[in-house]
């Protein structure tokens, strides 16, 4: 096989940002080289495994990504595995499973990277019929209604591809470790005031079966995760005290077409 991603350090242009791309991996050996080979040139692709047994760690090293292993089962689990992982400045996620395009992230590197956002969420607009289930419109509609009741974003979508600055996202102190992790995210950035905005992004149909809306169980499970991240604020527990908001440039105009939801009460 032919490696098709380079690590980040030393190679971007000068000025330009360092990325690492977190990608949580369980069982995603098909998929590996359509995604890898979409990771844009100078970034670094960070797959987490968790748990595979069809080889995915030996396809991604082989392939030139940095492998991390996650015993403990769980999308949060592996997506926080690889955030402290990470060491460039700015950290995106993307799922492994060829249903998005990890190049469709340097618009939100660029937002970024411009101080014009906190956080960047890619907003999922399927290509093909089936692409995304009913059941998982459907429970990804309640969740951002129930979203918006509690900090006031008006999203569209919580979908996995995203980006922000590595070193604030860690001060957010996520717990969640199921499938609440993209949540608790959004919500606590929400009560730091960052700025959330959404890009349109194409969902392709997946390779292989998905671990989470294949059924309505492994939904139904998500919203329970997702709905008691909202009952508990965000907090899982409790982690003191919301971070502050990114230290930054003053930012620009939003990008024509692309929305920035700011919470209630809260300056955009």
């Known amino acids: 096989m032919r490696a098709v991603t380079i690590p980040s350090a030393g190679i971007n242009p000068p000025g330009a940002p360092s990325v690492d791309v977190v990608l949580p991996c369980l069982d995603e050996a098909g998929a590996l080289p359509w995604v890898l080979e979409r990771v844009p040139p100078g970034w670094r692709a960070l797959v987490v495994d968790n748990g595979s047994t069809d080889g995915s760690a030996d396809v991604a090293r082989a392939l030139g990504a940095t492998v991390v292993h996650e015993d403990r ?27 998005l395009d990890p190049g469709d992230l340097v618009p939100f590197v660029r937002r ?24 998982a419109r459907a429970g990804n509609l ?26 604030p996202l860690l001060a957010l102190g996520l717990t969640d470790r ?9 919500v606590r950035a929400a009560d730091a005031g960052w700025r959330v905005a959404e890009y349109d992004v194409p969902y392709h149909p997946r390779t292989g079966a998905s671990k989470v809306t294949g059924t309505w169980r492994g939904t139904w499970q998500a919203v329970r995760d997702m709905s008691r991240v909202l009952a508990d604020g965000g907090s899982d527990g409790g982690a ?6 990114p230290a930054r440039e003053p930012a620009s105009a939003d990008a024509p077409g692309h929305g920035t939801a700011a919470p209630k009460g809260r300056r955009p």
Do not use: K
Not at 123 to 135: F, Q
């Open 240 to 245: 003191g005290e919301a971070p502050a908001r």
């Open 73 to 99: 089962r769980g999308f949060g689990a592996a997506c926080h595995a690889g955030l402290t992982a990470a060491t460039a400045d700015i950290v995106c996620f993307c799922d492994c499973d060829a249903t």
């Open 142 to 167: 309640a969740v951002t209604r129930l979203l918006h009741r509690r900090t006031g974003l008006r999203l569209r979508d919580l979908g996995p591809l995203r980006a922000a600055r590595r070193e």
């Open 112 to 135: 970024i990277a411009a101080g014009e956002s906190d956080l960047v969420l890619g907003r999922r607009r399927p290509r093909a019929r089936g692409a995304w289930p009913l059941r």
């Open 178 to 186: 199921r499938s609440g992790y993209p949540l608790q995210m959004v």
